[in-house]
């Protein structure tokens, strides 16, 4: 494992509700000074700390990589917490610390089959994804959303790949209709290949639908984390051999037998 | 003006007192893309045990307002691995590499500290008599003077002429008590404070945090304790005191060698930035300068109390 990253302190260039009702339900599209980063792989993500912080909240906030080109680094944010509210409300030209690349991202295997299963915000890195997939025709993306889909990168994503489908899970009825879709779309993928991308028991899903049709999938973990280099061990998740590894370096993609996702699920 | 950072320790030469603490920096070479690590005053890596331990179970961390609770359960590769595989990496002809020692019993600490004594590039053994993450041993000897004691001499006659620092709890009556049974042991410097135990639990899950239930706190949130123990321990003992607690700038530094310390670690604070440490050992001596600070010899406990 090669380890690497850049630490800077970059200006904030934009913060912009994501869509006309993006403000309304907390997403937004902050797009920050690229530190000096090389192109990333897909899926890896980043450590955001801004100056406006302080001394309180202490961590920074880990967020995938939504696109990366020379001049910027864009995250896809919901505001949902004490972090993520000062980030969304920050203003041009005021500061965060932010290091990376970090992580492992997700394959890329351009003449196969690829679906992306997104889960909310859990879209941001598959922007990166198609963005700078080599063959976006074989792209595929299903994208599980609660919020109104205008709040999310769908529509500009959609135009460009192989198939889109978005499904809006308005109340926990519309859950088993989802997962069908989920099973249906993972049939469909066996022989290729599985992203994912979301909340925790999305990916247990993800990771139950692959074992049932012998899928090849990944999956992009949200484990808190302090530090995201690998030095504080707090972030980790269980393997398949029972030993925990860390999220942060070793994944957050990981292959989902390489984990223990279905224990207890 | 021309300052000098460099500090005597426990026969080591720090070339300035900013450590990094065990636990927050992994085993250094995590943190050398951000920075130096030559220009580190000192790396203290993570616990190590005799056998790997795999740590506690998830989720491990969680976020307080100015700190954090972590119950990582010392998770580490074991000293086998660490001697092999992350020592050799490490610039320990240029800064001094100390090893901290975790055991379940004073006979394990003694294996552990011949094993590690031994190994050249260890600059001194940092034995954790208190984490409180774990469930036999760790905090138990910590809290109980005479246990301190025997366990500091336990792993003093097998550290042969490595220098043996041990880390104090704060979780306990009277830290200097702690403090001097170590010293009656042999300790050569003492290192306060470990974490404090703390609790955090979630109203609508009705859960704890963490799965550990208990960990401990650290962060600015706990500086003022930290600066207190230190004040305590360096009135009450003549070895050095090196400080450890919500340091997160150079002036936090400073705060805690006025009160006595030889020497700080920056914990919790690794987190915030991983070139924190870096950060602050390049700016101590523009401060010290700021500040007319020639010596940090001469500054060193030069607290002004109220008459």
């Known amino acids: 494992m090669v380890i690497s990253g850049i630490c800077r302190d970059v200006s904030i260039l934009s913060v912009a509700a994501a869509g006309p009702e993006g403000a309304a339900y907390g997403c937004y599209v902050i797009e920050l000074e690229n530190p000096g980063f090389a192109p990333a792989v897909s899926g890896q993500f980043v450590m955001v700390r801004p100056a406006a912080f302080g001394g309180d909240p202490v961590w920074p906030r880990p ?80 994208f599980g959303h609660r919020q109104p889909l205008s709040c999310y990168p769908f529509e500009a994503m959609a135009g460009g790949i192989g198939r ?102 | 003006m021309s300052v000098d950072t460099t500090v005597r320790l426990s026969g080591l030469e720090l070339k300035n007192p900013v450590m990094t603490a065990s636990g927050t920096f992994g085993y250094g070479l995590e943190f050398a893309p951000y920075g130096d690590l030559r220009e580190l005053g000192g790396i203290v890596v993570k616990g190590l045990s005799l056998a790997p331990r795999p740590g506690n179970p998830m989720p491990r961390i969680a976020e307080t307002p100015g700190g954090m609770l972590n119950a990582i359960g010392l998770q580490n590769c074991g000293v086998e691995v660490f001697l092999r595989d992350k020592l050799p990496r490490l610039p320990v002809a240029a800064t001094p590499v100390v090893a901290n020692l975790y055991a379940c019993d004073a006979g394990e600490f003694a294996e552990l500290a011949g094993v590690l004594a031994g190994a050249p590039g260890v600059a001194a053994l940092e034995v954790n008599i208190s984490c409180p993450n774990v469930k036999a041993g760790g905090i138990a000897f910590g809290q109980d003077p005479s246990m301190a004691e025997r366990l500091t001499e ?90 450890v607690g919500g340091i997160s700038s150079a002036e936090d530094v400073l705060e805690f060698l006025l009160v006595g310390a030889h020497a700080v670690q920056i914990g919790t604070a690794n987190f915030m930035r991983p070139d924190m440490a870096f950060r602050i050992a390049a700016r101590l001596p523009r401060l010290m300068e700021e500040l007319g600070i020639g010596s940090l010899d001469a500054y060193r406990g030069s607290l002004v109390l109220p008459s």
């Open chain 1, 63 to 142: 967020f995938s990589i939504c696109r990366l080109t020379p001049e910027k680094l864009t995250l896809f944010v919901q505001a949902c917490g004490r972090g993520t509210n000062i980030l969304c409300r920050l203003a041009p030209g005021e500061t965060a610390t932010v290091w990376g690349p970090l992580g492992q991202g997700f394959a890329l295997e351009p003449d196969v089959p690829t679906v992306m299963l997104a889960g909310g915000v859990g879209i941001a890195p598959f922007v990166e994804y198609a963005a700078t997939h080599p063959a976006p025709e074989n792209l595929s993306l299903v």
């Open chain 1, 164 to 265: 889109a489908r978005a499904f809006h899970e308005q109340t926990p009825e519309d859950l088993p209709a989802f997962i069908a879709l989920l099973d249906e779309t993972m049939a469909a993928f066996a022989g290729g290949l599985a992203l994912a991308c979301g909340p925790r028991p999305f990916l247990v899903t993800v990771a139950r639908l692959a074992r049932k049709y012998g899928a090849r999938a990944q999956v992009s973990l949200e484990n808190r984390m302090a530090c995201g280099v690998g030095g504080c061990l707090g972030c980790v998740e269980k393997n398949a051999l029972g030993s925990y590894v860390q999220t942060c370096t070793e994944g957050p993609v990981f292959w989902v037998e390489e984990l223990s996702l279905l224990e207890g699920a």
């Open chain 2, 154 to 243: 336990a792993v003093k006659k097998r550290a042969g002429n490595t220098p043996v620092w041990v880390k104090l709890s704060p979780n306990v009556t009277d830290i200097v008590a702690i403090a001097r049974a170590a010293v009656l042991g042999g300790a050569d410097a003492l290192t306060c404070i470990n974490t404090l135990t703390g609790m955090s639990v979630d109203i609508r899950t009705r859960k704890p945090r963490l799965a550990n239930v208990v960990g401990g706190l650290s962060g600015p949130a706990i500086k003022p304790v930290a600066l207190r123990c230190v004040w305590q321990v360096c009135r009450a003992v003549s070895v050095p005191v090196i400080g």
